[in-house]
Structure formats: structure tokens, C-alpha cells
């Protein structure tokens, strides 16, 4: 067991060294404030203090962890070996910064407390985040430091016991849009065939008399060919249906189909089903919980993970909402149009509620890829590089690669054949 000699022992600590040790690093530990307890550890062990014990493994810590609530806090960049870092500490620490104070930066989403202007669906803008400017975004830096850390500390106790971890792949396909044309209603599927033919989009109208005649040839429905392809390369699948009614940002088929429910029971039978929430949920907690009890009922089974709509994370209500709702898991934390580890990590965490400071029982699963952010590449094979340029990333740490792909843009007519890139993608990256 690594011991931890620390003079205050506070929610922020405990959930930022269980995250680096326990979950990422297979490293038991255990904590103390009693130096003679700590001298008298025989095992690996580190004093997180401002000044060293004896001769131990040291790490200078910085007071972030120690304090309470939102403040003002100046963040001077620096580097350790080449990977960038913050909350520099002085010589006579082991590692150039505080790795813990850091960490915690990141994973809690602190920057996302500060005030910002928030973008036209109320999201916490890329650009304004400390990775981006200081170009990490790509980077999972948290379990890079992990590792870097583990490093130092084997050299030091080099009979350390930590469990080795695998690289994993998951891909979630967002399921807003099940199908383009078919099962839309006589309403909804008049107006749209109106509306085409009097903005002489004829290509459209003659895909929706093809649809009208064989809905199995709806642009969006390639369920079939996803799970066959996901099989067959044993890919870790999910598939998050929207399951709402129809309003201004969410126009699925109607919850009622009894086309669109066998749909999603054929998937439930092959994947794990779970629920994008609407965009009105967003602030509605009992819609919320209706949508999730709705697709319940279809699914025959409780719905624990869900995906907000435009990947809307609102820190803390957004997963105080999902708590309340009983989600166990969740699948938005990321950016839409730029790729990279919106928290600065490749592994899945528990959410930290500052305003409360406690850590709140939902596990947040970071992805590094949303399909949006990649329709602006310059063609297929530079998609396929950037991919492959954060799947090493990941790789590296044995961390787990989340893609974040819709059936919508894997059936659209683009100039990228998507559901071909995407199936190089996964033959490339699923192993």
C-alpha cells in the first residue's frame, strides 16, 4: 500500500487520489495525518505537504485542495518533460508541479464555475478553456501525469504493487434522427415533401417517393449494417435514442411508432441502450425523468447512462439533474466541434460538486471525438490521421477511446462516404 502523509485530509483530496491512484494507476493507498503513523510506514509512501518529512517521496502541495468553493486563481503554464502542466512547485519537490491540485482543475471542471459567456445553446465554449489556449486540449495530460508519476515512484520504490490497465474503445452512436423520411407521420411527411418540391430539391423528393414505396431504403436507417459491422469486429457499441416529442431541436420519429419502439428493441437485443435526452430535459428534470422511464418501458429494463442534446453540460445542474433522475452514468463530456478531453482525461470519473463539495455518485465518460468536429476535414485521410493522432494518445495510457458518432451523418449524402471512414476508423482503432 502507498501511504499519503498530508496535514488535512478534505473531499477534494480524497477524490483526486483515488481517481489517480485507484482508478487509473491500480495502486492501493491509504491516507494519514499522523507523522508517526507515516514514519513508521515501511512501504512506498509520500509526504503532500509544503515541506518534506525525511527523505521520502515528496510532492509540495499547493492550497487549492484545501479550499472551499470559487476563486480567483492565476494559472502560470509550465512543462514536465515536454507535457504541459500548472500549479508549479519548488526545487526540493520530486515533480516540478502540484500533479493532485492540477488534476483536480481539470477533472472538476473548475474553469467551467468562472464566468463565461456561454454560446447560443448555453455550453461553456471551447476556446475559453485552459486547454485549448494553451494547446493540450489533445492531450489526456491527467493520465500522462499519472504515468510520468508512476515512473518517478517506481524508480524510487521500485518493488510497488500497481495493476496493469488495457486500452478500450467505445463507440456511441447518437440516435436524434432514426430516420429521414420514413415513419415521420402524415403531417410531418406532407409538409417535408411540400417544402422539397417547392424549394426544387428533387433529389430529395425522389428519395422520399423511393423511401414512400420501401422505408428500408431510408438514408438513416443503417442499424442493420452497424450492428453487423459491430459484431463482426467486436466493437464495445452503445446506441443513445432520443425517445421525446417533437419540438424545435428535437424532431425524431414520435415516441408512439410502433415502428420506431421495435427498432430500438431489435438494437436492445444486440447493444446497450440508452437515452439521448431532448433538449428541452436540459432544464426540465421532470421531463427528463419521463423520457427515461418512457424508453424504460420499451427496452423492458432500467436506462442508467444517458447523452444530453448538443452535448449541453451546464456544471453543476446538469449532473445534479441526472443524479436526481437516477442516471448512474454519463456520456457528454466533450465538445462538439473540437476534438480532444474536454477534462483533460481518457478515463471515466466521478463528478465533484464544488458548490457542495462532495462527489456526487454519477460517472462521467469523456469522449475525445464528436463526428461534428470532423466535416470541416480536408478529406478522408486527413480524418483518419487526426484520429489516429488521439488514439495514440490514448493508447499510451491504456486509457478508453470514446467516439461519438450519429446514424444522421453515417447515412447523409456528404462529400465523405462517413459509414466507410467510419467502419477504417474502427478496424484501425479497436485494438
Known amino acids: 500500500m502507498l501511504l499519503i502523509y498530508t496535514h488535512k485530509i478534505t473531499p477534494r483530496f480524497s477524490f483526486v487520489m483515488k481517481q489517480l491512484f485507484t482508478r487509473i494507476l491500480g495502486v492501493e493507498i491509504g491516507f494519514t495525518t499522523t507523522v508517526e503513523d507515516f514514519i513508521k510506514h515501511t512501504g512506498p509512501k509520500i509526504t503532500y505537504t509544503k515541506q518534506p518529512l525525511q527523505n521520502e517521496f515528496f510532492i509540495r502541495s499547493n492550497d487549492f485542495l484545501f479550499e472551499q468553493g470559487i476563486n480567483d486563481i492565476q494559472i502560470s ?39 463565461h459567456v456561454k454560446d447560443i445553446h448555453g455550453r461553456f ?176 429494463r432500467s436506462v442508467n447512462f444517458s447523452r444530453m442534446r448538443y452535448n449541453r453540460v451546464d456544471v453543476p445542474e446538469t449532473y445534479r439533474n441526472l443524479v436526481d433522475a437516477e442516471f448512474t452514468d454519463d456520456y457528454t463530456m466533450g465538445y462538439t466541434h473540437e476534438i480532444g478531453f474536454r477534462a483533460g482525461t481518457c478515463t471515466a470519473f466521478h463528478f465533484y460538486d464544488i458548490n457542495l463539495e462532495i462527489q456526487q455518485p454519477i460517472r462521467v465518460h469523456p469522449f475525445a471525438i464528436h463526428d461534428y468536429a470532423l466535416v470541416n476535414g480536408t478529406g478522408e485521410a486527413a480524418i483518419l490521421e487526426e484520429v489516429g493522432m488521439l488514439y495514440g494518445k490514448v493508447k499510451q495510457v491504456n486509457g478508453t477511446f470514446i467516439t461519438i458518432f450519429s446514424n444522421e451523418l453515417l447515412g447523409g449524402s456528404q462529400k465523405v462516404n462517413w459509414l466507410k471512414l467510419y467502419q477504417k476508423m474502427i478496424e484501425k482503432y479497436n485494438v
Open 77 to 115: 503554464m509550465g512543462s514536465w518533460d515536454g507535457v504541459p502542466c500548472f500549479f508549479n512547485t519548488g526545487e526540493r519537490s520530486n515533480i516540478p508541479f502540484d500533479i493532485f491540485s492540477a488534476s483536480f482543475y481539470l477533472l472538476s471542471r473548475y474553469e467551467e464555475y468562472l464566468p
Open 125 to 300: 465554449p471551447p476556446k475559453e478553456s485552459l486547454a485549448y489556449k494553451h494547446d493540450f486540449l489533445r492531450s489526456p495530460v491527467v493520465d500522462l501525469w499519472a504515468f510520468k508519476l508512476l515512473d518517478a515512484l517506481l524508480l524510487k520504490f521500485p518493488d510497488m504493487v500497481y495493476a496493469k490497465r488495457t486500452y478500450n474503445y467505445t463507440s456511441a452512436i447518437d440516435v436524434t434522427t432514426s430516420h429521414c423520411f420514413a415513419y415521420r407521420g402524415f403531417v410531418r411527411g406532407t409538409a417535408g415533401f411540400l417544402l422539397d418540391l417547392f424549394t426544387l430539391k428533387l433529389w430529395r423528393v425522389s428519395k422520399r417517393m423511393g423511401v414512400l414505396l420501401d422505408p428500408k431504403r431510408d438514408p438513416y436507417d443503417n442499424f442493420s449494417e452497424l450492428i453487423d459491422f459491430h459484431k463482426k469486429n467486436k466493437v464495445n457499441s452503445m446506441f443513445f435514442f432520443q425517445f421525446a416529442d417533437y419540438s424545435t431541436y428535437d424532431k425524431n420519429v414520435s415516441p408512439n411508432s410502433n415502428h420506431f419502439k421495435f427498432l430500438i428493441k431489435s438494437i436492445a437485443d444486440y447493444s446497450a441502450v440508452s437515452l439521448a435526452a431532448s433538449y428541452g430535459s436540459f432544464s426540465d428534470i421532470e421531463l427528463l425523468r419521463k423520457e427515461k422511464k418512457r424508453l424504460s418501458s420499451v427496452v423492458n
